[in-house]
């Protein structure tokens, strides 16, 4: 079930900051990796990328990386070259990069605004951009899963603005290709992960915890979950792997939902 041998996957954002712990992209690469996918990443930082094809590599996986901004087309072009290059093929693309900014219309400064556009958004329509025509030719077609977040589907407690409008523009975005690319052999899906525990929900915590109480942040987002935790990366990386493998070759155009039910939930009455 959900074997990827021989597949090449395409990742962004699969860089890993520390040696403890799993951000979602890595996970990602992992867990395709252990089902035989070939990974091929792009990553802003070259050393967090590096640490993940490290890890990749000791549990006997395949990864090759390289210094890639999403938001700069000839460094995307470059990936997806870079990529044809060694493999011959793309068999599947996850568009993992991201990032939250805090702030509303009247206190986000316009560069804010165009960073989280460009972070979250254009990153999604150039990778697509250059990979989509390659899927199309390929006899066994393709399969993108991009990233979106439960703030592009819901309000959830703190103004991120722009956050919020790209991850819900990634959810239209992918619908919207998926049937243009419906009758090509290429499946589009998103992933929506709810409140999940990564390096990166650490770093939040230094900068948004009330009083510096980490601890305390940790069990609020825990608290606002209807499983009463946080998921982690893996959870992510499994319903990814699925829409990656041929079990979801009927499903295209969808979203998954990965959040301990807080979508589902209306909150305290
Ligand atoms: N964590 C959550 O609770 C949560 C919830 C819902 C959705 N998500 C989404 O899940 C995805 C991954 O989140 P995460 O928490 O795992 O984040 P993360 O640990 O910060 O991982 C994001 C990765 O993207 C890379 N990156 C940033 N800017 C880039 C650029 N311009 N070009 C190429 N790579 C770039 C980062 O590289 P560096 O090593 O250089 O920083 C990092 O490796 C994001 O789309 C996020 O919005 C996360």
């Not at 560069?111 to 556009?117: F, G, K, R």
């Not at 977040?149 to 998926?178: C, D, E, H, M, N």
């Amino acid at each position: 079930m959900l074997r990827l041998d021989g597949k090449v996957a395409l990742i962004t954002g699969l860089g890993q900051t520390a040696d403890d712990g799993w951000g979602i992209g890595a996970a990602i690469a992992m867990k395709l990796a252990q089902q035989g996918a070939i990974i091929f990443g792009g990553n802003r930082t070259l050393a967090a990328a590096e640490r993940t094809k490290a890890r990749i590599e000791a549990k006997g996986g395949v990864c090759n990386v390289q210094q890639t901004d999403v938001t700069d087309s000839a460094s995307v072009k470059a990936l997806v070259d870079a990529c044809v290059a060694r493999h011959g093929c793309i068999d599947i693309l996850v568009n993992n990069v991201g990032k939250s900014e805090p702030g509303c219309p009247a206190t986000m400064k316009e560069e804010i605004w165009d960073q989280q556009v460009d972070l979250n958004l254009k990153s999604v329509y150039l990778t697509s951009h250059f990979v989509l025509p390659i899927m199309e030719k390929q006899e066994t077609g393709g399969a993108v899963i991009n990233v979106s977040s439960i703030a592009g589907l819901r309000y959830i407690g703190k103004p991120q603005v722009a956050y919020s409008a790209t991850k819900a523009a990634i959810v239209q975005f992918t619908k919207a290709t998926a049937v243009i690319y419906a009758d090509r052999r290429v499946r589009l899906n998103t992933v929506v992960p709810g409140l999940i525990y990564t390096p990166y929900t650490r770093a939040l915590a230094k900068r948004y915890a009330p009083g510096g109480d980490e601890d305390a942040y940790m069990k609020m987002r825990d608290d606002q979950v209807p499983m009463k935790k946080m998921g982690d990366a893996w959870d992510v990386a499994n319903a990814t792997l699925f829409l990656a493998a041929d079990e979801s070759q009927y499903i295209t155009g969808q979203e998954l939902v990965i959040d301990g039910g807080i979508t589902s939930s209306t909150g305290r009455v």
